[in-house]
């Protein structure tokens, strides 16, 4: 099966990445919930490259490499835009979000409480972006 | 995909959101939350029976008016989400900040509240 995705920066492809990770996600034996969740948390990550650090320029692209065994899914998100570290990032207080009545903001928070690993690493021309999904874990 | 559909009845507006809500689309919903506040109405429905999928950029539509209702005394209800959209607004705890149920019945109920 088809496990790489290049995903050009457009909002509009996001349908196209929940589609993707859907098919991969098939054969496991996630519930609804937990598929649409990790389906959730890799799109936020990606959703995030195209607005942030690639200005949603359609000439840029990330690249989305997905590999299984039984016991866990890793996400590999590349791109070479401007480094956004989801490590060092300080997720805001909810409380805060709301009073200062910002529309964003909260993705991470949704890829930190889904995820059980997140790595990153970047070089010069490269940042990847590692998500790890433990089977039958929260 | 996103249709949203506005419907009046009684004192009440219903949006009907129909399809996937993400970064490509939340305005539309933005847009049309910030109309009904502009006509000045003062309760709000929110269908979501046929809401597909919800990411951040939806949830944060919803937030970002939290305190306009409080403010003005808006009554929002949401009512209909299937069990993994829910889930979504649950991980964050949103389902505690907003009036959230199963049906259109109970949320009629906390709409005409006295």
């Known amino acids: ?138 | 995909m996103l249709n949203i559909e506005k419907t009046k009845v009684d004192q009440h507006i219903i949006l009907t959101l129909d399809g996937e809500v993400d970064a490509s689309n939340s305005v539309e919903l933005d847009m049309a939350i910030q109309q009904l506040l502009a006509d000045r109405v003062s309760k709000i429905l929110i269908d979501g029976s046929s809401l597909e999928y919800i990411s951040s950029a939806g949830l944060g539509v919803f937030m970002s008016y939290l305190e306009d209702f409080e403010k003005t005394g808006v009554r929002f209800v949401i009512y209909g989400l299937n069990t993994k959209v829910k889930n979504v607004f649950h991980i964050l705890g949103l389902d505690q900040l907003l009036a959230i149920k199963d049906s259109e019945q109970g949320a009629l109920e906390v709409l005409y509240e006295e």
Not at chain 1, 43 to 67: F, G, Q, T
Not at chain 1, 81 to 97: C, D, H, R, T, W
């Open chain 1, 1 to 138: 099966m088809r496990n790489e995705l290049k995903l050009y920066c457009e909002k509009s492809n996001l349908s196209e990445l929940r589609h993707f990770l859907s098919n991969v996600l098939l054969d496991t034996q996630l519930s609804e919930i937990s598929t649409n969740q990790i389906i959730l948390a890799v799109e936020e990550v990606c959703a995030n490259l195209i607005i942030h650090s690639h200005a949603c320029n359609p000439r840029d692209s990330i690249h989305l490499n997905v590999s299984k065994d039984k016991h866990k899914i890793i996400f590999e998100i590349k791109d070479s835009g401007k480094a956004f570290n989801i490590l060092e990032y300080q997720v805001p207080q909810l409380s805060q979000v709301i009073k200062e009545r910002k529309k964003g903001g909260v993705g991470i928070i949704l890829v930190k409480k889904i995820m059980d690993i997140i790595e990153f690493e970047s070089t010069a021309n490269q940042n990847i972006c590692r998500l790890t999904k433990c089977l039958n874990s929260k």
